[in-house]
Every structure is written in structure tokens, then in C-alpha cells.
């Protein structure tokens, strides 16, 4: 059963636009939601996070929207330069949410979308 | 840069082999998580360890199996290997309190044949 869904397997954007990444799950119990990016021989690197208790959470040119009733997130990438080609993951972490390091960190990844940003 | 580090970064062993693959950080965190991602998947959940014990698993038998050591390294061993096991192993370390990220290392290529 898999609860983090990304439904594209690819997505092709001209540089300049806007990239918008998509991402579904099934847990209601899922508090924290993140995106990684990912170039091959490496390993995910963290892209933004966004908490349960908001709907949107900006960082430069990265936004992730966060629509908890119909259990959606998405990553806008405005504008989308070529260095943002690499395969994006999002990630739900389900659990409390606890003020020491300990707690449940485990995260749900979904099968991740490969983004070409066209020249 | 992530200040994860991971050894080796490529590995090839025969099946029925066992193996043992490290990680440490920079900082010395005490939350540190294995991850396994085969081709064309997400990352899947192992296990995580908190203060050198084991507090979290994932749908893995018990021939995974890792620790954390009291400087917050830690390893990942794999016993009677199939060659499913083959996959990137990526290691994991939380850097703040509460509602933060997971941060990687470049994870190990480990093929079995």
C-alpha cells in the first residue's frame, strides 16, 4: 500500500516557467511533509518542508502548497532554471511532533518525478 | 554538503555473502536512520537508532540488522544476501529538534551477484 503517491513519473518545463510537482497520500496521520531533490551518484538533498498546521511555505524560488482535505501537496519552482534537473521526492513523516530529537522520524517517500528544465 | 559520510560508495558481493556498510556525521547527531532505494523507487524505511538503540523498523527482516555507536556513527549489516538487496543504502541524520528535516549522506551502491 503505498500512502506518498507522485503520479508523474516526468515533467518537461521551459526555463523561466513555472514547475509545479505533485504529491499525494492516503495517511491522515502524517504531521510533516518535505521535498528532497536528487542527481544521480547522490543522495537526496532537502529541498523545503512544510508543517500540518499550515498550508503553504515559501523559500526563495521554492513554495510547497500543503491542501490537507483532499490530502494533496504540491512544489512550485518559480522561475525554473536548468541546475533544478534532477529526480524530486516527496516525503511524509507520520507521528508526534516532539521538541527533543526523539520521536518517530520515519518518512513515507513517494516514487519520485524526473524534472528536465528545457534551455 | 550535507557533513554525512558514507562508505564505501560502491560494494559488490555474492549472494549468501554478508556485508557492513557505515555512516557518520560532522555533527554528531543522535538520531540516524538507513534508508534502502532500489532502482526507479522512493527510499524506503530500515530502521532508525536513538542513543545507540534501535527505535523504529521497517517492513525488513531481521537479517538487517545495524548500531549506532556513542559518537552517533553507525552501521548497517546485512546478512545471507539476495540479490533484491541491491540498492543504494542511504543513511539519514536529523540536525535540529522537532518539526526538521532528515539530512543524507551520498548513500552506498551495493550490487549482489
Known amino acids: 500500500d503505498q500512502q506518498v503517491k507522485q503520479n508523474s513519473p516526468s515533467l518537461s518545463v521551459q526555463e523561466g516557467r513555472i514547475s509545479i510537482l505533485n504529491c499525494d497520500y492516503t495517511n491522515s496521520m502524517f504531521d510533516y511533509f518535505l521535498w528532497y531533490k536528487k542527481y544521480p551518484a547522490e543522495g537526496p538533498t532537502f529541498l523545503i518542508s512544510i508543517s500540518s498546521i499550515k498550508d503553504k511555505n515559501e523559500d526563495g524560488r521554492f513554495t510547497v502548497f500543503l491542501n490537507k482535505s483532499a490530502k494533496h501537496l504540491s512544489l512550485h519552482i518559480v522561475p525554473s532554471q536548468p541546475g533544478d534537473s534532477a529526480v524530486y521526492f516527496c516525503?511524509?513523516?507520520?507521528?508526534?511532533?516532539?521538541?527533543?530529537?526523539?520521536?518517530?522520524?520515519?518518512?513515507?517517500f513517494g516514487t519520485g518525478t524526473r524534472l528536465t528544465i528545457i534551455p | 554538503e550535507t557533513g554525512v559520510t558514507q562508505s564505501p560508495t560502491h560494494l559488490i558481493k555474492t549472494r549468501g555473502q554478508q556485508v557492513t556498510l557505515r555512516c557518520s556525521s560532522q555533527?554528531?547527531?543522535?538520531?540516524v536512520s538507513w534508508y534502502q532505494q532500489a532502482l526507479g523507487q522512493g527510499p524506503q524505511f530500515i530502521f532508525q537508532y536513538y542513543r545507540e538503540e534501535e527505535n523504529g523498523r521497517g517492513n525488513f527482516p531481521p537479517r538487517f540488522s545495524g548500531l549506532q555507536f556513542p559518537n552517533y556513527s553507525s552501521e548497517l549489516n546485512v546478512n545471507a544476501l539476495e540479490l533484491d538487496d541491491s540498492a543504494l543504502y542511504l543513511c539519514a541524520y536529523k540536525t535540529g529538534t522537532g518539526a526538521s528535516p532528515l539530512h543524507f549522506g551520498n548513500g552506498t551502491r551495493l550490487t549482489v551477484t
Open positions: 516525503a511524509a513523516r507520520g507521528g508526534r511532533v516532539e521538541e527533543s530529537n526523539f520521536g518517530n522520524e520515519k518518512l513515507t
Open positions: 555533527s554528531g547527531h543522535n538520531t
